[in-house]
């Protein structure tokens, strides 16, 4: 894979993490929102250490 494709999922899970830490730190977080933002970071995840 090349590298644009691995800046791409890293950009997209760094996006991930910056708009969880902005629920969490609501003060009444979207359970919801949570469960769905942490499922796909995690998939991103996966998917970046299947590519390295």
């Known amino acids: 894979?090349?590298?644009s494709h691995?800046?791409?999922l890293?950009?997209?899970h760094a996006r991930l993490d910056?708009?969880?830490?902005?629920?969490l730190k609501r003060?009444?977080?979207d359970a919801t929102l949570?469960?769905?933002?942490?499922?796909?970071k995690l998939?991103?995840?996966?998917?970046?250490?299947?590519?390295?």
């Open 1 to 3: 894979m090349p590298n």
């Open 6 to 8: 691995r800046d791409t």
């Open 10 to 12: 890293a950009a997209r």
């Open 18 to 23: 910056a708009k969880l830490g902005a629920e």
């Open 27 to 29: 003060p009444v977080p």
């Open 34 to 40: 949570l469960r769905q933002l942490k499922a796909e």
């Open 43 to 52: 998939k991103l995840k996966d998917e970046l250490s299947r590519l390295h």
